[in-house]
């Protein structure tokens, strides 16, 4: 399997050490990886167009820092997975805020690089894509779960709630589950199934998903919290 890395760092040593680091990995893993380099975050950024299955991240870059570079990134692509790499671990806890899978401390080791690269992985096993059919009325349309960010049910009906817009089918949510039971989903109450890869924050009893409130109730608040972390933690 062949995965499209992004290596952003200022550091010429440094750039070539993740380099060396990934070749060996894939050698291990028996996987290959495509690198790109670059020197800064605003170079990434203007050739960012989803197009990388991972991002490994300094956070103290010229121009544009780390962080705030992940938080345009987040704006195009919700799901790539991004590792920071620094020397300030003080501040890479925010990393989590962005959706960052984990951070490296510098000097970077090996053996912490290969077990970091070992949940993400694990990570790209969750993130496996699918169509799924829906019924419109007398007409069927296919979706792409990786586009759905919210299911919603209302009386008879479900809503696709997904990047290209809103679809109605008549179905119960309970089959939708189990159509996405292999996905990263989950329910926050009774009437929405969320994409996890969609959610940006979680505020007392309401989920942002992609910018919009839902409520969680309070007998799925700890099931949909277990399964965020879990998706977040790669497993």
């Not at 696709?160 to 989903?185: I, K, R, S």
């Amino acid at each position: 399997m062949v995965f499209r890395a992004g290596v952003v760092e200022d550091n010429k040593e440094s750039r070539e050490l993740l380099c060396g680091y990934l070749e060996k990995f894939g050698k291990e893993r028996n996987c290959d990886f495509n690198v790109a380099c670059y020197g800064d975050a605003l170079e990434f950024l203007d050739e960012f167009s989803g197009n990388f299955d991972i991002i490994f991240m300094d956070i103290e870059l010229p121009h544009l820092n780390g962080m705030d570079a992940v938080k345009k990134i987040r704006e195009r692509d919700k799901s790539v997975i991004v590792i920071f790499v620094t020397n300030m671990a003080q501040y890479a806890v925010k990393g989590y805020e962005v959706n960052a899978l984990d951070f490296i401390v510098k000097p970077v080791q090996y053996d912490g690089f290969a077990m970091k690269m070992d949940r993400a992985l694990e990570r790209f096993k969750t993130m496996r894509d699918k169509d799924i059919w829906i019924t419109e009325r007398n007409n069927k349309r296919r979706l792409r779960a990786s586009d759905i960010k919210y299911v919603e049910v209302e009386h008879h009906s479900v809503i696709y709630h997904t990047t290209e817009g809103n679809y109605t089918a008549y179905d119960q949510l309970q089959n939708v589950c189990v159509a996405l039971a292999d996905l990263p989903f989950a329910l926050c109450n009774r009437c929405f199934l969320v994409n996890l890869r969609y959610v940006t924050a979680i505020e007392e009893f309401s989920v942002i998903v992609d910018g919009e409130p839902l409520q969680i109730s309070r007998n799925k608040k700890k099931s949909f919290l277990t399964a965020l972390n879990e998706y977040l933690g790669g497993r």
